[in-house]
């Protein structure tokens, strides 16, 4: 379909206009629809990476996860929030903290049943600017909203979000490697297409989209030099999110941390450099360490090890990746291979590079495939020093305000509250995960996704995606979690992880209506799962 003819068929007076009831049934039906059509949904999705690659590298699992996994999680928080909304008690926040300089700290997560049976330890906070305020989506005006899908993913939660949210119409044009599965989504969301909600428009309307007269907002999810591009040609406001270089900051601990944590944060650190050929706008890509850390090389030994043993191999796929590795190979020529599974999938070599200058390539670059960087900081191995340091030099020296990953053991955050605290303040990342990875904040519909405040050069993008409450002047998200946890993303012991994942998918697509037994087998199932590895 056309990009005009895809406008013209929406009604966003008549959606503005839905009741709340009618809106729930709409969302239980994409939910029925989804559990339909989940495994077409994951085939599609698999089938374009593996084809991409040459060989069957992506598993169902993986695929159903990073699919209805992502949606479902989205589409059952918002039924959440308009049961809530229905019976006169909307969904706010669990706790209100007035800090310095007139921001707030606003814990969101986890709020409902459902929620807390797989945030284990896990807590989500907004930042907010001047006192806490809350916008009712029923109350926000109509419109249509277009939405450009990704590429490195399907699932459109920007979508959901809008339609939603924001009380807006939305056309959605796909990426053209997402067309495939964008066909089925058409099939999943088919009863809001019928409502006059939704619009799907062909993979190459991305220009005509974006210079339609008459929207209200474009989410945008891609390069900085196609954000650029579309503000440049349209007066729409763009809300766009577009990567960067993530770092991962590891504070060195007052005491010296066990070979067990070590392994359990390489692992951890190592997962996310893998998960989808490291195609994640949200995965740290560079390690922050202070150069006289006593445990530096038996850290930097441990992701080795995590890449090469204890994680399964898995192929960069993304078009383009074999040549932004091939340059950083240029700068770094001492850069280590590290091969997974003696080779036997394509493309699924990484690229370590230790001892990085400050200044140099891999800070102001951003790899988007299985590239680790470590950049070692002349700062002595004490929290009170390392922290300032370290957060001066991410904010001013890596490309990219997009996300930040701490990494902090418990004992060594109590004793350094004030030094922990104040570079929580001062980071100028849009997401900060606190021992936990930063992409579960793009997956959290509480939190928010987008760059920090990016005035004048755009880079990380601009404006942000989620915020389910509807809180205004949202500065950052930040998540914590415990140094070393159950809940942590650990890609290891390939069949075992490919069950959890389809455990994970399948409890995000259930009603948060259904029979609270059911609720909680599928968490222990998933559970158990994650005990295996």
């Known amino acids: 379909m056309k990009a005009q003819t895809a406008f013209e068929t ?18 239980r039906q994409v939910q029925h629809n989804m559990v339909r059509y989940a495994a077409e949904l994951a085939g599609a999705d698999g089938t374009m990476k593996n084809d991409l690659v040459g060989q069957a590298v992506y598993s169902d699992g993986m695929n159903l996860n990073a699919t209805v996994g992502l949606i479902g999680a989205t589409v059952a928080a918002t039924i959440d929030l308009y049961r809530s909304i229905s019976a006169g008690r909307p969904l706010t926040a669990k706790q209100v903290t007035p800090l310095a300089n007139g921001t707030y700290d606003v814990e969101v997560f986890p709020r409902t ?28 005006k109509p419109g249509v909203i277009a939405v450009l ?37 058409q ?9 006059g909600a939704l619009a799907f428009c062909d993979a190459d309307q991305g220009r005509d989209l974006t210079q339609l007269p008459g929207l209200a907002a474009i989410y945008f999810t891609g390069s900085t030099a196609s954000a650029k591009a579309i503000m440049a040609a349209t007066s729409t406001p763009v809300v766009a999110e577009c990567g960067g270089n993530n770092p991962c900051i590891v504070v060195p601990g007052d005491r010296p941390w066990t070979d067990r944590e070590i392994a359990h944060q390489a692992v951890q650190f190592v997962s996310l450099a893998k998960i989808n050929g490291g195609s994640v706008c949200g995965r740290a890509q560079t390690l922050i360490t202070s150069k006289h850390w006593a445990q530096r090389d038996q850290f930097l030994a441990a992701v080795r090890k995590a890449f090469t043993e204890d994680t399964p191999a898995v192929s960069t796929y993304y078009p383009g990746s074999a040549a932004v590795r091939q340059r950083f190979a240029r700068e770094y020529p001492e850069a280590e291979v590290l091969t997974a599974e003696d080779g036997k999938y394509a493309a699924s070599d990484g690229l ?26 002349d700062v002595a191995p004490d929290a009170d020093q390392f922290l300032p340091a370290a957060v001066k030099y991410c904010n001013d020296g890596l490309l990219g305000s997009l ?38 904040i793009f997956t959290n519909p509480y939190l928010v ?3 920090h405040d990016e005035p004048d050069e755009i880079v990380s993008g601009r404006g942000n995606f989620g915020n389910l409450l509807g809180y205004a002047d949202v500065e950052k998200a930040i998540l914590f979690d415990q140094f070393v946890s159950a809940t942590h993303f650990l890609y290891t012991k390939e069949r075992r992880f490919d069950r959890l994942m389809e455990a994970n998918a399948q409890f995000t ?3 948060s209506w259904i029979n609270l037994t059911r609720m909680v087998g599928t968490a222990i199932t998933a559970n158990l799962a994650r005990k295996d590895f």
């Open 10 to 27: 929406l009604q966003p007076d008549r959606w503005a206009a839905t009741p709340v009831p009618q809106r729930l049934a709409l969302l």
């Open 352 to 377: 370590l590079i230790t001892g990085a200058a400050p200044g140099s390539f891999a800070a102001r670059n951003e790899a988007f495939c299985q590239l680790i960087a470590e950049i070692p900081l």
């Open 403 to 440: 996300a930040c990953m701490l990494v902090i053991d418990e004992d060594t955050g109590k004793a350094h509250q004030v030094a922990l605290d104040s570079a929580l303040d001062a980071l100028e990342y849009g997401a900060i995960a606190v021992n936990t990875v930063p992409a579960l």
């Open 187 to 195: 099939r999943i969301f088919a009863p809001l297409v019928q409502a």
């Open 449 to 451: 996704w987008g760059g």
């Open 509 to 511: 697509m259930q009603p």
């Open 113 to 140: 049943t459902k929620d807390r049976m797989t945030a284990g330890r896990q807590r989500g906070h907004l930042r907010v600017k001047g006192e806490p305020r809350q916008a009712n989506p029923l109350d926000k």
């Open 149 to 185: 899908g990704a590429g490195n993913y399907s699932a459109s939660t920007e979508t959901v979000k809008a339609l939603f949210w924001e009380n807006k119409a939305v056309i959605h044009k796909p990426h053209h490697l997402n067309e495939a599965s964008d066909v089925v989504w």
